[in-house]
């Protein structure tokens, strides 16, 4: 135990958890974000009820407006949908798919990113023009557009009947490969400065091979910037995944993320039953808005500059 | 000047013709054409006589080579769900598209223009603060949520606008307008708003920073000096020099408008090119997406070719710097 306050006290005296400290906005927003977390990935134990388990869904039950309002339930706090889905059970469980998605997305962007832009950097010569090429070339067009272009054409590439088995991992491949440009550039940029210093320099008298000294010397001196950049793609990444399952090419109603279910009760909007969107829509919102506020204050803990 | 057009040139043709393989590989590869021509009982004569007739037979470049020359005459073969010409539904789509994105674009220009130049000279005023955190939210928010809750509050609980459509329209031959009928206009509002929405926040954000810098500067010290009127002083000598910017980011923003108004249109089931290629993709209809593909490709292109461009004609450090990176 003599080892504990000692930790406790250095990170508490950290610059980060200063700057955290003296932010409400962000230990709000990282309140927030850890409430949509903890909900999100424990789900299914602390959903009141269990959307998916068909035996159990009455349609009876069906369009129930919220416990509050006229003729609102009190076993549904949010209402149901037209299936008789819980509202509240759905949108934690539709936070648990947006999220997960979002992460993996984001993951497979750093991957990509971060593996070319280290190419990219420390090799040089024509690969490096090619890849940078590529790069302004796709930095031309908005991410959310290659998603869905990349998104659709693997839609219609693949076998129909696979569509819904299959649309996860889609999902993850069309808006990671939209976001992996900036963390190219960014690695890419490090890693020229870094691969002239004097402890590459050295790694490579030593004899060590090309990859050994990219992966090993370079990769973690060029790690930083990737993570903040990552914590703000998070961001985008929901709401790219929330925007592609509302047009009708992301994620089927089978296995609803929150722009599934706000698609689906899109239809229900003029018939006066609002809950069914507008509650996963709200979620939705606290979920993108506290990442980014979270997102931006790293961003701005991190840069020296601006302290 | 000569090498660097023909380089971005050659780009440009080099991305479309990228672009146009993939469309051509959907095409090619994805099922059987074949197939979805004759259906299941053809017989196997009428199979090889179609093959023949469609060069499928042909190696795979010969087949790519009459694609381009085809898709350069706008011939993108026949929609597989409505059996008619790609080209002419798309044309028939085209009006819709364009002229909510012009609307939206125009918008955005002039509500951005003025609500930036109001939160620069009343700074410290609650309407600016609000403005402004108004702007922070409707950049974070996503385009297909602003589009909702506008439907839910103007047309489901008060009932003053349409939610869908574009209500009446006149047809003038080659072009169907909703500007001239009331209800079109009105169908107009709320799309507009919905898609132009994030870049008024935009433009009000970036005419808001270039007006706080350029009052600091000593030409508009000297235009107060001399008496000038603060809207003389404001107007005149100030916002003139924040428009530059501002109409090269309006530029780069419009390829950005006619991609989101896949979603506007989603949301609003506006009859336009968006809604045309989600429908498409839901139904694998690969002769539209194919079209759809190629042709919103060939609008960024162009557009990032002309904004070089004219950098390029502007600023003449950017020669100098390209030169020096040549050597």
């Not at chain 1, 997305?105 to 990219?120: D, H, N, P, T, Y």
């Not at chain 1, 903040?228 to 790219?240: D, K, L, N, R, Y």
């Not at chain 2, 109001?118 to 108004?134: D, K, M, P």
């Not at chain 2, 989101?260 to 993709?281: C, D, K, N, R």
Request: proline share 5%; net charge positive.
């Amino acid at each position: 135990m003599a080892v504990a306050p000692g930790w406790w006290r250095r990170a508490w005296d950290h610059d980060l958890a200063w700057s955290f400290r003296r932010s409400p906005v962000t230990i709000v927003a990282a309140a927030l974000t850890l409430a949509c977390v903890g909900g999100a990935a424990f789900a299914p134990w602390i959903a009141p009820h269990d959307p998916f388990d068909l035996a159990r869904l009455s349609l009876n039950d069906a369009f129930s407006p919220p416990a509050w309002a006229s003729g609102g339930n009190a076993r549904y706090l949010l209402g149901t949908d037209d299936q008789g889905r819980d509202v509240l059970s759905t949108i934690l469980h539709g936070a648990r798919i947006s999220l997960g998605v979002g992460l993996a997305a984001v993951a497979f962007s750093a991957l990509l990113g971060v593996s070319l832009g280290l190419l990219s950097g420390y090799v040089g010569g024509r690969l490096d023009a090619f890849i940078m090429r590529v790069a302004d070339i796709q930095l031309s067009f908005p991410a959310i557009l290659i998603a869905l272009l990349v998104d659709g054409v693997a839609r219609v590439a693949l076998p129909r009947e696979t569509h819904d088995s299959i649309a996860i991992p889609v999902l993850i491949f069309s808006i990671g490969i939209s976001g992996w440009v900036q963390y190219a550039r960014t690695v890419r940029g490090s890693t020229l400065v870094e691969k002239n210093r004097e402890y590459v320099q050295a790694a490579r008298v030593i004899g060590r091979g090309r990859f050994a000294i990219m992966l090993h010397h370079v990769l973690p001196n060029v790690m930083g910037p990737v993570l903040v950049i990552g914590t703000i793609h998070v961001g985008t990444a929901i709401i790219t995944e929330a925007t592609l399952s509302f047009l009708g090419v992301g994620l089927p109603p089978t296995q609803p993320s929150l722009g599934t279910l706000i698609r689906v009760g899109n239809d229900f909007l003029f018939s006066g039953e609002w809950w069914i969107t507008v509650f996963p829509g709200l979620a939705l919102i606290v979920l993108v808005l506290s990442v980014n506020l979270l997102g931006d204050w790293l961003r701005d803990a991190l840069n020296p500059k601006l302290r | 000047m000569l090498a660097f057009i023909l380089r971005r040139l050659a780009q440009a043709g080099l991305v479309m013709l990228t672009v146009g393989l993939i469309a051509f590989s959907l095409f090619r590869f994805v099922g059987d054409p074949v197939l979805f021509m004759l259906g299941q009982e053809a017989t196997p004569e009428d199979r090889t006589r179609l093959t023949l007739l469609l060069g499928l037979d042909q190696p795979f470049y010969v087949q790519y080579a009459g694609f381009v020359a085809r898709a350069l005459q706008g011939e993108f073969g026949i929609s597989l769900r409505q059996v008619r010409p790609v080209s002419s539904m798309i044309l028939e789509r085209l009006p819709a598209t364009l002229e909510l994105a012009l609307v939206a674009a125009v918008l955005a220009l002039v509500a951005g223009i003025v609500m930036g130049v109001y939160t620069a000279l009343r700074r410290n005023s609650w309407f600016s603060q609000a403005l402004l955190a108004l702007s922070l939210i409707g950049v974070s928010l996503p385009t297909f949520l602003i589009g909702i809750l506008l439907i839910l509050v103007f047309a489901v609980l008060l009932g003053w606008l349409p939610s869908f459509g574009r209500g009446e329209t006149v047809d003038l031959g080659w072009w169907s307008t909703g500007f001239l009928t009331a209800s079109g206009l009105k169908a107009l509002i709320l799309p507009s708003i919905t898609l132009g929405l994030f870049q008024m926040t935009l433009i009000q954000r970036l005419v808001r920073t270039e007006m706080l810098e350029v009052l600091r500067t000593d030409y508009i010290k000297f235009a107060r000096a001399r008496g000038l009127s603060d809207r003389a002083v404001h107007f005149r000598h100030a916002l003139k020099n924040t428009l530059v910017p501002v109409i090269t980011i309006t530029g780069l923003q419009l390829g950005a408008i006619i991609a989101f108004a896949i979603i506007t249109e989603t949301v609003f089931q506006w009859p336009g090119m968006g809604l045309l290629f989600i429908q498409s993709v839901q139904f694998a209809d690969i002769p539209v997406m194919a079209a759809y593909l190629c042709l919103i490709a060939l609008f960024f292109v162009v557009i990032n070719l002309a904004v070089d461009l004219l950098y390029y004609a502007v600023d003449p450090r950017l020669r100098i710097d390209r030169a020096a990176a040549a050597h």
